[in-house]
């Protein structure tokens, strides 16, 4: 083994070191959890934040469940990426094998409520979906399997299984798309 072969074994190693402690704060957590860095877990009474198996946490992704009773759930196999924030007061979930960028925002909550419309709706983002760094996705959006957002976007609809959304508001660009 070369020098730089040995530093990435000792970095997997403290990875997972810290992923036993993290998972010592959260509801549910599955094996070889990774994580890198610094969190917030900000939590209400009754709320669940709950992560598969192998998932990785790179440096400062926080958590937020703002309500009692809301939920965060990470599927098996997906990383998200340094100052990424979930906020929740209902609830988010994300599949197995997501590929979540660098400074995504994923929120099922405005926070404050216009009259006559409903503040809160869940997310659900489905199986192997890519989000693009600096991306948004809103209260009430279910993302389909396959689907990829490109960087820089707001996700304010629903979008369909192996779609390429882009833009603010995401629109389709391309339809059958897939991702490695």
């Known amino acids: 083994m070369n020098v730089s072969q040995v530093r990435h074994v000792i970095k997997k190693i403290n990875r997972v070191l810290r992923g036993h ?5 959260v509801t549910k957590s599955g094996s070889m959890l990774q994580v890198a860095g610094s969190h917030i877990i ?11 198996s192998r998932v990785m946490l790179y440096d400062q992704v926080n958590f937020y469940l703002d309500a009692p009773g809301a939920e965060i759930v990470i ?7 340094r100052r990424t924030e979930i906020m ?7 599949g197995t094998g997501c590929a979540i960028s660098w400074d995504v925002v994923i929120t099922d ?4 409520q216009i009259e006559g419309t409903i ?15 600096k991306s948004i996705v809103l209260k009430g959006v279910h993302i389909g399997n396959g689907a990829v957002v490109a960087a ?5 609809k629903d979008v369909d299984p192996y779609t390429l959304v882009a833009g603010i508001p995401a629109k389709v660009i391309k339809r059958d798309v897939r991702w490695n």
């Not at 402690?21 to 704060?25: H, K």
């Not at 900000?42 to 598969?52: D, I, P, V």
């Not at 929740?88 to 994300?94: E, G, M, N, P, R």
């Not at 820089?152 to 304010?156: A, E, I, L, P, R």
């Open 21 to 25: 402690l993290f998972a010592l704060r």
């Open 75 to 81: 599927g098996d196999c997906t990383y998200i990426n």
């Open 109 to 112: 909550t405005d926070y404050h």
């Open 152 to 156: 820089g976007s707001v996700v304010t």
């Open 88 to 94: 929740a007061k209902d609830s988010v979930t994300i």
């Open 42 to 52: 900000s939590k209400c009474g009754h709320s669940k934040l709950m992560l598969g």
């Open 119 to 133: 503040s809160t709706k869940p997310i659900v983002i489905g199986d192997k979906v890519w989000i693009g760094c």
